[in-house]
């Protein structure tokens, strides 16, 4: 074959070749195969993408979730993406060729205007409120941005609606605020979910606690016990009280006031008051509870000593009755006539009245030994106190259940020596002395004395009267100790001792 | 035309080389449908048949037109076919699998295509 022919057959191929490309061109275009074509034109070749070609651009802006506009550098809205037409609760044909700046919220008007005025400077961006079409108000984010297109100045308005954000925020300020406020409270405060898991709770309610306990059942985290008559008082255990008391919080119901106690730990034996209600949601519906433990352990220990009291008082004034009686019978015995029965009779209900000042005075709990002597023995003080009554020892508190069988021991004594003794002389003196012989021991001895002197001189009774007889009854039987009197010429001295018991009888001051 | 995965600049994958390496080259227009679905079945294609010995170079036409005249583009997505040699051209999205084995004289696995 010649140079020629091959030349032209390799020209042919060529050609052939061309001519397919061609026609594969052609027919991608006619089968809608490509959407963009090269033209070459005078400023050199240039892309012409076909129909369709933007609408992936046309999508993403109609399905963001933001709202999208094109605005005229005075205001006015050319395009706007129908996202935006949502927000403000208009319809889209609405929309274009109005003013956007009326859909702003009045206060942020102006500086709507501001940001026109710099946005050809370069993006701004600002928070503000759109007033929607039922004049309800949504915050937004509001960036704007020169926009040219084909020479034209536009701006671009991206519009953000932060409501979500906001509340966000809302809620996170209120959480600080809540969990601040739980941290202050004194009370023990816990809040659950509506399984009865604490999600939260107060540092008093932390220290409560036995162990670190968000995430734990309240019965759990909590060991409470219940003295509730339909449980036969044997205490009704602790997961049982809480899940019975947060279901009813969370079916809506404000449980007030159940009486517990804390079994175990540290805080064992405390008593509350277990208080609970709902916590509501946004749309009111109970999402868990409140409980609240108020701690009424003063209380309780107030009323189990008012019990006490009460007790104590009754069986008192049965005790006083009987006193009283059997005082105006031994007096009325040793009475030669009504006046000295009058007398007599009156310095002792005295002397038993003088003794309740004392105890209605330390709120009969504990009477002062020295001001009990001090009382008794007052009247018999003179105005210009020229007779000494000595009272001396160390300070010693006396059950309520001493103090009036000792008033009127010292009574006796006072009345005793103002008629024969040393009180009825200006020169004579007494002492009312005591020693407590603690040395360690749990029942410590007191020793007291009464010692008269330079009275007139003394003649022993030739038989013991009522006064005498109630000393020894007393001593020997109420206080449960050892009397013995000496009638020294000089004066009369009473030695007496008792056991100073801890828990019932007279105890050490303080 | 920057893409995911690319290190740098145009080339979109680049795996190895060898006798019978495929050396490609897409022209794209911008985000236009037909260019987009053309990167997407080119991948596919490639990483089914061709997987280890494969080049492409896509080439945005919208960001730098002149580029078209290299290799004569008139119409976009189009696939040239630098190696192995001769130069082939296949226009369209590459969305006809069988095509474009044949185009890229690879016929012998339209069989295999078939039977996915």
Redesign the interface.
Known sequence: MSAGVMEIQGELAALK?RLE?AE??L???R?G??????VHGPH????Y?LK??Q???RLLVERMQEGALTIAPDGTVLYSNRRFAELLGVQLEALVGTQLSVHFHAKDKPEFQRMLEVAAGGPVRREVSFVRKDRSLFPALVSVNALPIDGISGLSVIVTDITDHKRAQEIEAAERFTRSILEQLTDPVIVCDRDGRITNLSRAAEQLAAAPSIGVKLGEAFRLRTDRADTAGSGCSAADIAEEIVKEAVRGKTVQGVEVRLAGGTNGGQHFLFSAGPLLSRDQKAIGCIVTLTDITPRKRFEEQQRILLAELNHRVKNNLAVVYSIAMQTLRNSTDLASFSSAFEGRLNALSLAHNVLTQSGWQRADLKTLAEQVLAPYRAADDTRAIRIDGPPVSISPQFVLPLSLVFHELATNSAKYGALSTSTGELTVAWTLDAGGAAEPLLALSWTERNGPKVVRPERAGFGTTLINYTIAYELDGEVALDYREDGLVCALKFLVRRADGPVLAG | MQLAGSPKGDVMYNNSAGNDHYNLKLYI????????AAIANLKRLCEQHLAGRYNVEVVD??EN??L??NDQ??????LIRKLPE?VR?????LSNTERVLVGLELNHLIDQEQAR
């Open positions: 070749a490309d594969e061109t027919e991608a275009i089968m195969q490509v959407d963009a074509l090269v050199g070749d240039q892309v993408t369709g070609a609408e992936p651009y | 227009a911008g985000q236009t449908p037909k260019s987009i036409l919208v037109p002149r078209a005249q583009i008139v119409a976009i997505p189009t001769p051209r296949i226009i369209g999205d």
